[in-house]
């Protein structure tokens, strides 16, 4: 079976931009979850959410990466922000031999960037701007639970996408 890189982190944190210049570098292929979702499902994430609901699009989430997890071919995956975050698929992805690899960024660079980008995020676009650092930092703090089971961590702040995808790249095996 072939090795995957898996990237994860919360909301904002690079995992597609750091995932994609990776795996073009390295020649494999580079899939974002959250896409390979909306192609499936024939519907934005947004939509998802407010028409089928956040238990069902962690249902499908769940199923997803189980597809791509089974597909033997190399390949890095960017994760949505809380897919290791429900049920057991923290210990799947750990105990599934691929890489895993946590992309940390600090609440500042998260708010900096959701700032401009909470649009399309479901759990984030009825957010004052006001309340979203607060929101983000309650949200982190339960999930970095989680995220810190990653055998692998790479800080993001104040760094370029090539810099850290260059630190990434030496967990690729
Ligand atoms: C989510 C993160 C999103 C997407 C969905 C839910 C989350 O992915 O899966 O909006 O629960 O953190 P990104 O981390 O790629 O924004």
Do not use: W
């Amino acid at each position: 079976m072939e090795k995957k890189l898996l990237l994860l982190g919360y909301m904002g944190c690079g995992k597609s931009a750091v995932g994609r210049f990776l795996a073009e570098k390295q020649g494999i292929p580079f899939v974002d979850l959250d896409a390979f979702i909306e192609k499936k499902e024939g519907l934005g994430i947004s939509e998802l959410f407010a028409l089928k609901g956040e238990i069902y699009f962690r249902r499908k989430e769940r199923e997803y990466l189980d597809e791509l997890l089974k597909q033997d071919a190399p390949m890095v995956i960017s994760l949505g922000g809380g897919t290791p975050c429900f049920g057991d698929t923290m210990q799947m992805l750990t105990g599934s031999g691929n890489s895993v690899v946590f992309l940390k960024a600090s609440v500042q660079t998260l708010v900096e960037r959701l700032e401009k980008e909470k649009e399309h995020r479901p759990l984030l676009k009825n957010l004052q701007t006001v309340d979203l650092e607060e929101f983000i930092r309650k949200h982190l703090f339960e999930r970095n639970q989680f995220y810190m089971q990653a055998p692998h961590k790479v800080a993001v702040d104040d760094r370029s996408v090539e810099a850290i995808a260059e630190e990434v790249a030496q967990y690729l095996v």
